[in-house]
């Protein structure tokens, strides 16, 4: 079993950039695909973005296409989503989630085994 914790929250204003974190505890990221989503007050569960342990294959949400940009560090058992440019929309609670590797990324909130707590991301206008 893994333990995620997600960390880089903050406040930001709109055009400027944040870089979240995702550190796996007890279980290397690479036996994973991992996810990650976001939640608004009073909306569902968005998916954001998701990354195999390789790297090689990642997947976006269109309104986050062309500014957000998901990477794994295995060495620190990490992985990172940058985001620029962004927008009072993207104001949201961020998580990360991880599944077993070998069933690929999803954009599912419900095929995810493992989550983390979330980190808060403001965006002022």
Sequence with gaps: QVHLVE????LV?????????CAAFGRTISSYAVGWFRQAPG????FV??????????RYEDSVKGRFTSSIDNAKNTVYLQMNSLK?????VYLCAARPFQY?????????????????VTVSS
């Design 7 to 10: 960390s880089g929250g903050g």
């Design 43 to 46: 909306k569902e569960r968005e």
């Design 104 to 120: 690929g990324t999803s954009s599912r909130s419900s095929e995810y085994n493992y989550w983390g707590q979330g980190t808060q």
């Design 88 to 92: 009072p929309e993207d104001t949201a």
């Design 49 to 58: 973005a998701a990354i195999t342990w390789r790297g090689d294959i990642t």
């Design 13 to 21: 204003q709109a055009g400027g950039s944040l870089r979240l974190a």
